[in-house]
């Protein structure tokens, strides 16, 4: 089966009625979580990011403090588990402003949970990636945001 374009899709949305449109978006969240969450943050938590961006921090930090530090193998598993989980929230919002602020956190949160990540080289490209990320993010963002961010990358820099 073709999957139709964005601009077909478009087309055919704007003509349908809206308690057709209001079944098929119950349908789509019906089948994928991630489709769920779309919705739940469009609808409920996209008018407060500053909240939105608190609840992930939160978030965060409970992973962080599930990490199992016996083992370097096991701290890169849950570290690239929490990067994923940040990285869908990113994608939900579409905020450059968000991806900084989100990415900084992480860096940081490992920075201040004492794992020696400079010992392990996928857990130190890792981390190097996450700020090289956050710095191309800040190319594209406004002068005064990339100036207020500027000094919290730097603390970053290994």
Do not use: W
Not at 30 to 50: D, I, P, Q, V, W
Not at 73 to 87: C, G, H, S
Not at 113 to 119: L, Q, T, V
């Amino acid at each position: 089966m073709r999957s139709a374009s964005i601009q077909e899709l478009k087309q055919e949305l704007l003509t349908m009625p809206a308690t057709e449109l209001t079944e098929l978006c119950l349908r789509l969240a019906k089948y994928k979580k991630e489709n769920k969450e779309l919705l739940t943050y469009l609808m409920f938590e996209a008018h407060n990011e500053e909240g939105f961006i608190q609840s992930v921090k939160k978030e965060v930090d409970e992973q962080f403090e599930e990490i199992n530090q016996s083992s370097l193998y096991y701290v890169k598993k849950t570290l690239r588990k929490i990067l994923r989980n940040i990285n869908k929230h990113i994608r939900y919002t579409g905020s450059s402003q968000v991806t900084v602020e989100l990415l900084i956190y992480f860096c940081k949160s490992i920075q201040e949970s004492g794992i020696p990540f400079e010992k392990n080289v996928v857990i130190t490209n890792m981390y190097k990636s996450q700020v090289e990320k956050i710095n191309k993010t800040l190319l594209g963002m406004h002068e005064d945001l990339q100036h207020d961010y500027s000094r919290e990358v730097a603390s970053l820099a290994l």
